[in-house]
């Protein structure tokens, strides 16, 4: 599961570390990194490894055999402007619609699947995983019809895309309020 990943703010732990506050909990998919923040620079990262694992010896009968998106745990929509480094001042901190910006970069790339043929960078994959945190059962519904809505695509194989699956692969009710228990 490649997540979209950077240092968490933790707190009083992690004040002054990667433009994290007093005070600043924030997961690790909104803080760090200002490389892979933004979707365009992260997609030519991702060229980069799609097209170094397709040319391994033994790629096209290997173990590895599928391929999927760097996981979510931000919103779908809407498309914020990630291209800032989230740790300077006034920049915004959480990217919602992080999967579009990197869709629409990687498409307009070209990589090597596992059995050889060029295909755009978008299309090696075949599973969008996101991640689901919330309060209630609601919200994770909420969150999963998004990400399906806005890669209805994707998900029927239409359009031109390879088809793809969903894949929830992590869900969690969090609070610091006992009442919601």
């Known amino acids: 599961e490649p ?18 506050g007093k005070g600043d909990y924030r997961a690790a998919t909104s803080a760090g990194f200002a490389s892979l923040f933004d979707p365009a620079k992260a997609a030519l990262e991702w ?15 290997g173990t590895v055999r ?23 001042p006034d920049a915004i901190k959480y990217c919602r619609g992080w999967l579009q910006g990197f869709k629409s970069k990687t498409l307009t ?3 090597n699947s596992l059995d050889g ?14 991640h689901a945190y919330g309060r209630t059962a609601a919200e994770i519904k909420q969150k999963i019809q998004e990400y399906h809505k806005t890669f209805l695509d994707d998900f029927e194989g239409t359009g031109g895309r390879t088809k793809k699956t969903l894949w929830l692969t992590e869900v969690t009710m969090g609070t610091n309020n006992a009442d919601d228990l």
Do not use: H
């Open 3 to 20: 997540d979209q990943y950077g240092p968490a703010c933790a707190g009083e732990a992690t004040i002054g570390v990667f433009g994290c």
């Open 47 to 61: 060229q980069k490894m799609i097209n170094q694992l397709a040319a391994a010896p033994g790629a096209s009968t």
């Open 66 to 88: 599928k391929i999927a998106t760097p996981a979510m745990a931000q919103a779908a929509v809407p498309l914020d402007d990630c291209s800032r480094d989230p740790a300077l």
């Open 109 to 111: 790339l070209e990589c």
């Open 117 to 130: 043929t060029a295909v755009n960078c978008w299309d090696v994959a075949s599973a969008i995983p996101i």
